[in-house]
């Protein structure tokens, strides 16, 4: 069973944009990112595969500045944004880890097994 468990607002998202959230899951500390592009939302946990660093330098920034890559700010790893793949930097070939989100009406959700 999967529980929904809320964001942000959709419209909080700019297209394209980040929001970066820390959510109390059960228990459990999920500290993710949700990338809105083309109206489609990603969501990613805010962890680096390069150090486990948080991706951000500015809150809820998680992108570069043509708004098409997600980018780290500690030693400025490019990920692709619909799969978290990174095509430049220090891991190359490694990804972030993907949250599974649910886009309902005008909510986004992170969906957390039960
Ligand atoms: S911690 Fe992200 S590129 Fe090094």
């Not at 959709?10 to 500290?31: I, N, T, W």
């Not at 592009?37 to 991706?55: I, K, Q, V, W």
């Not at 793949?85 to 009406?105: A, K, N, Q, T, W």
Request: with cysteine.
């Amino acid at each position: 069973m999967e529980n929904l468990v809320f964001i942000c607002e959709l419209e909080r998202l700019s297209d394209p944009g980040s929001y970066g959230f820390s959510l109390d899951c059960a228990g459990k500390q999920v500290d993710g990112f949700v990338v809105r592009r083309d109206g489609e939302c990603f969501a990613y946990r805010n962890s680096c595969p390069h150090t486990g660093s948080p991706l951000d330098w500015v809150d809820h920034q998680f992108l570069d500045i043509e708004g098409a890559l997600i980018q780290c700010a500690v030693h400025d790893a490019r990920f692709l944004i619909d799969t978290g793949e990174c095509v430049f930097g220090p891991c190359p070939g490694e990804s972030l880890e993907s949250l599974p989100i649910r886009v309902e009406g005008d909510k986004v959700y992170l969906l957390v097994s039960a």
